[in-house]
């Protein structure tokens, strides 16, 4: 991925904050942003092509869900030899979908995908054999989760996967502690400052809700998939492959 974006500089200065929106400000430093703020992000990122070149059907659908600057179609697109995928990338910020259509056409054979901005709870999907939301449930009103799994489920073929990468939380109080504070020393080797880390914590307060692994799996599980995999951990940050049989 471009890692010569522009610098996030969004909370830099003392500030009113709001509630953390995803605007044409966030998306032109985004790629910086998401470098600096989850661990890990650029290895699960090559991971996922790992992932989809293991995964990705003939004559099917590759669904990318909350697809921001289309980061994870790229890395599939890249390493899946499957013939007729078609990679479909939705996002609701209009300024994230434009940026990522003019990316996904600089890059990749036209006709090969869709972009679509749209509410990810309410599009219909069907004939997919990779379904990735790389960070993006975390966003999802939690009502709504179950449902939006549901869904997925139902949209995969047989031998389809599910990749969900989230920001986590844990159950137990000290390792909850631990790892927090391990990400906030993460921030800081990454070169944000003591009011960026906390002017963009209260941005996200109410707007990026982590669950448990545990309660992934348990929704995984009530969706239909059989098992589960947590593939990747990082302080506060996980991702999970789950394979509908
Ligand atoms: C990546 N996957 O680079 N419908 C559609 N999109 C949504 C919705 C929704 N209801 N809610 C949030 N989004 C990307 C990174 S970022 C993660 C994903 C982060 C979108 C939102 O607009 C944003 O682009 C994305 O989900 C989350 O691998 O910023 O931490």
């Known amino acids: 991925m471009a ?22 400000a966030v998306a032109d430093v985004f790629p910086d942003m998401v470098r600096r ?17 293991r995964y990705a059907q003939a004559n099917s659908a590759v669904y990318d869900l909350g697809c921001s600057l289309g980061a994870s179609t790229l ?7 499957e013939p007729q995928v ?22 990749l054979p036209a006709g090969s995908f869709q972009t679509l901005c749209a509410d990810i709870c309410q599009v219909p999907m069907q004939s997919a054999s990779v379904i990735v939301l790389n960070f993006t449930l975390q966003f999802i ?3 709504q989760r179950q449902a939006l799994m549901q869904r997925i489920y139902e949209a995969l073929l047989p031998g389809g996967v599910l990749i969900l ?19 906030m020393e993460f ?9 960026e880390i906390s002017q963009k914590r209260s941005a996200l307060e109410n707007v990026l809700l982590p669950d448990t692994i545990e309660m992934h799996q348990e929704r995984l599980k009530l ?15 996980a991702s999970i492959l789950a394979v509908k049989a």
């Open 3 to 24: 890692t010569d974006s522009p610098r996030d500089q969004i909370f830099a200065k003392p500030q009113q904050v709001v509630d953390f929106a995803f605007t044409a």
């Open 37 to 53: 703020s989850v661990p890990g992000y650029e290895t699960v990122i090559s991971q996922l092509g790992v992932l989809a070149r």
């Open 75 to 81: 890395a599939m697109a890249l390493q899946v030899r």
């Open 86 to 107: 078609q990679y479909i990338c939705i996002d609701n910020s209009e300024a994230m979908i434009q940026r990522c259509e003019q990316r996904l056409q600089r890059q």
């Open 141 to 143: 009103e939690s009502a």
């Open 165 to 183: 990468s989230e920001k986590i939380k844990f159950t137990d109080v000290q390792q909850q502690a631990l790892m927090t504070e391990l990400y």
């Open 187 to 195: 921030k800081r080797a990454n070169g944000y400052s003591e009011l």
């Open 223 to 237: 969706a239909g998939f059989g098992e589960s995999l947590v593939w990747f951990q990082n302080f506060v940050f």
